[in-house]
């Protein structure tokens, strides 16, 4: 158990919809990146946030936004969503920016249909 | 553009024996490499690490290598064991890099027989 917890743990919904997944990172981490994990593309790299300021942008979609709160836990939302958007999406903290070491919380499994 | 590249996407090994498997990567400006190991259904899991100024890294079992003339990175298991059947996904990073974000290879499966 890497202390990153992930809700929720599946989630099926249809196109045009929005979703939102929400990450708590390990207790000290003031860090948090989102990953997106598709069959043919790997593990992506969308956004980092560092104590509730956003600090880095990966391949994320236009359609796609995060946020980290004041008690650090943080929310990826989802909207208009496509088919191509079906995937696992991963969030991971550390304790800091400059620290390279990521604890991955367990997933959630979007499906579109 | 594939900057970390796990070329191998399998690789079958007897229990006891070693595991090695490779990774290699493209842009000189990263400096800090990891390996992380993945259940099904389950997140990745840190495995080790290791920074562009070593080129060993060891913790029990499990040891990097780091080769940067050839850009390319290994990771051994001594002894393998069944529990060690996974996914292993190669990571890199640096430091101009926006924020600490990791960059993935697309993975290796390991499967150890016993």
């Known amino acids: 158990d890497s202390g990153v917890t992930q809700t929720p743990k599946h989630l099926i919904t249809a196109t045009g919809q929005r979703v939102t997944l929400r990450c708590s990172p390990r207790?000290?981490?003031?860090?948090v990146y989102w990953y997106q994990q598709s069959l043919d593309q790997g593990l992506q790299f969308l956004i980092q946030?560092?104590?509730?300021?956003?600090?880095a942008k990966g391949n994320i979609l236009e359609r796609f936004s995060a946020q980290q709160f004041p008690d650090l836990h943080s929310e990826l939302n989802l909207s208009s969503l496509e088919l191509g958007d079906s995937a696992l999406y991963f969030c991971?903290?550390?304790?800091?920016?400059?620290?390279?070491?990521?604890?991955f919380g367990p997933g959630t499994r979007l499906t579109v249909t | 553009d594939q900057q970390v590249k796990q070329n191998s996407p399998s690789l079958s090994v007897q229990e006891g024996r070693i595991s090695i498997l490779n990774c290699d990567y493209t842009n000189s400006m990263f400096d800090y490499f990891l390996w992380y190991k993945k259940y099904p259904a389950e997140g990745p899991t840190f495995l080790i690490s290791?920074?562009?100024?070593?080129d060993k890294n060891e913790d029990g079992r499990f040891t990097v290598f780091l080769n940067k003339s050839a850009k390319h990175l290994s990771l051994h298991i001594v002894p393998s064991q069944p529990g060690d059947s996974a996914v292993y996904f190669c990571a890199a990073s640096h430091p101009n890099q926006a924020g600490t974000a990791l960059i993935f290879g697309k993975g290796t499966t390991l499967s150890v027989s016993s």
């Open positions: 991971a903290s550390s304790v800091a920016p400059g620290i390279y070491e990521q604890y």
């Open positions: 290791i920074s562009s100024i070593k």
């Open positions: 946030y560092y104590n509730g300021e956003e600090r």
């Open positions: 207790s000290g981490d003031l860090s």
